[in-house]
């Protein structure tokens, strides 16, 4: 069983900053790609971020320049530090993994519960 969990979320005041975090535990063999995605009241879920098991990143364009993604591959964990927050971006944050658990096999998606971020002052 695999598991994501999520941190970091809270309340902030517009153009401030906080870093969620996300752990994936439990039994596998390796983590592909790891993303952030958010999903605001009343619409649908977007990726904000995603970052390959190399290092390689892609971004929303609405976050380029004031969110950057990266993982610790020895902890299994994937960081989103976000500065200059905007009051769009209060939404529930969900982590996902490709998360290969037997070798050889492909990867199948786990979602964490998600953490909230509000933007308010």
């Known amino acids: 069983q695999v598991q994501l969990v999520e941190s970091g979320g809270g309340l902030v005041q517009p153009g401030g900053s906080l870093r969620l975090s996300c752990a994936a535990s439990?039994?596998?063999?390796?983590?592909?790609?790891m993303g952030w995605y958010r999903q605001a009241s009343g619409k649908q879920r977007e990726l904000v971020a995603r970052?390959?098991?190399?290092?390689?990143?892609n971004y929303a364009h609405s976050v380029k320049g004031r969110f950057t993604i990266s993982r610790d591959n020895a902890k299994n964990t994937v960081y989103l530090q976000m500065n200059s927050l905007k009051r769009e971006g209060t939404a529930v944050y969900y982590c996902?993994?490709?998360?290969?658990?037997?070798?050889?096999?492909?990867?199948?998606?786990?979602w964490g519960q998600g953490t909230q971020v509000s933007v308010s002052s």
């Open positions: 996902s993994a490709g998360v290969v658990t037997t070798a050889p096999g492909l990867p199948y998606d786990y």
């Open positions: 439990g039994r596998f063999f390796s983590i592909n790609a």
């Open positions: 970052i390959t098991s190399n290092g390689s990143t």
